[in-house]
Nanobody
Framework: QVQLVESGGGLAQPGGSLRLSCAAS????????MSWAREAPGKGIEWVSG????????FYANSVKGRFTISRDNAKNMVYLQLNSLKPEDTARYFC?????????WGQGTRVTVSS
């Protein structure tokens, strides 16, 4: 069955960095676009970034553009999100999802807390 398992979250200071990973299994990873999204406490789900199946088309939400970088390794069935210049408002549960914005599968997420 399809599984998406995120890791790499934790506590970071403002201005710090984290690298999130998402391990995919149970489907042909290399033919699907993948996305990262987040859900902050008391707020709705926000799409953060997406990458096409080959890694050539990449998009970011305005709120993270220039600070976050999405990438993927199709040989390892992995998708990554590098978080730099973190802000307290980046605090959220981050999860990866299959697809651009019509997700059919998503993981449980990994929590990121940005605080001094």
């Amino acid at each position: 069955q399809v599984q998406l398992v995120e890791s790499g979250g934790g506590l970071a200071q403002p201005g710090g960095s984290l690298r999130l990973s998402c391990a995919a299994s149970g489907f042909t990873f290399g033919v699907y676009a993948m996305s990262w999204a987040r859900e902050a406490p008391g707020k709705g789900i926000e799409w953060v970034s997406g990458i096409d199946s080959e890694g050539s088309d990449i998009f970011y939400a305005n709120s993270v553009k220039g600070r976050f970088t999405i990438s993927r390794d199709n040989a390892k069935n992995m998708v990554y999100l590098q978080l730099n210049s973190l802000k307290p408002e980046d605090t959220a549960r981050y999860f990866c999802a299959r697809g651009w914005n019509m997700w059919d599968y998503w993981g449980q997420g990994t929590r990121v807390t940005v605080s001094s």
